[in-house]
């Protein structure tokens, strides 16, 4: 289990996560962060600092953003898993289903 970020950091400039990430898993992708599921330790520590409300326990994400857990999980099929954030910077690009997303947060 980690933790998932969800559709309210589509479009969130907000980098606070990232920071707080003792293990660097916070991912940036064009439009959003991602966490990689392998490298989370399940800290917490990235929840309380999300101004929009997007990160939660992968048990506990809503319903209605039940999508975002295999959305983080599949971003990294083609990255793998580099073992830190920092070492790649930010990805440019996004999940497809973000890459696309019109929708509300």
């Avoid at 989370?40 to 506990?60: K, L, Q, Y």
Wanted: charged residues 30%; glycine residues 8%.
């Amino acid at each position: 289990m980690a933790y998932v970020i969800t559709s309210p950091c589509i479009d969130e400039t907000d980098k606070s996560c990232m920071e707080e990430c003792p293990v660097d898993c916070i991912y940036e992708g064009d439009r959003m962060m991602y966490i990689h599921p392998d490298e989370c330790v399940e800290c917490g520590r990235c929840e309380p600092v999300c101004p929009v409300i997007s990160i939660f326990h992968e048990e506990d994400v809503p319903e209605d953003r039940s999508v975002f857990v295999d959305i983080n999980k599949e971003f990294f099929v083609d990255i793998g898993s580099p073992g830190g954030a920092r070492k790649i910077g930010a990805t440019g690009k996004d999940h497809t289903t973000v890459a696309q997303w019109g929708g509300d947060r």
